[in-house]
């Protein structure tokens, strides 16, 4: 079959793709850096309204509040969000108990997907190439949970670059929906300035290098 012919019959709007596919009590990867904000959002939104309920969500650095975990109060038996980086905003969504810190090496990452057994897959992809291949850009290490996950719901922006290397590269019939919404790739705004708090671990720092 003609592989453009498989994106428009697997193309959802991005309700249409979480209420088809994420259902309460799953376990959703998300990655980090490059985040499908407007899914996410509308799985939020979802969540507040009790339309899901028991979801964990393996992300991390939230975008500077694109996501809008900020707006909401969930439980924990309605929203789980483990996260293993602890950039600016993670750390204030662990403060205020939104997130839960959970100490990490990149190169554990294949076991965690594998202990953690997300049922889906949301990600950021490029729109497909000539032979109908998106590329999940700057995100390789988002790979093993590509291929754990038996759902993939690929959120297609036009901002995702390609990266050489098959490594990347995910065909049209791979996915199990596809939205498009052109969510430009997030760049973490840090403050100009450094808290007393952030000086002082500096100075501390500085003395091991």
Known sequence: MDWKKIYQEKLRTPEEA?????HSGDSVFGGGTSLAITCYNV???MIDEGVLNGITMHIHSPCNGEIEFMNYEFT???LWVPTW???APDRELVKQKKFTYM???????TRYIQQMNPDICILLMSPPDENGYCN???NGYNTPALHH???IIAQVSRYVPKVNGTFHDFHVSELTAIVEADDPIAIQNHPSTASPEEQKISEHILNFI
């Open 76 to 78: 924990r038996d309605q």
């Open 149 to 151: 996950c038996k759902i």
């Open 103 to 109: 100490p990490l090496q990149y190169g554990m990452l």
């Open 43 to 45: 799985m939020l939104k």
């Open 18 to 22: 979480i209420l088809e596919n994420v």
């Open 136 to 138: 999940i850009g700057p």
């Open 85 to 87: 980086f602890m950039n």
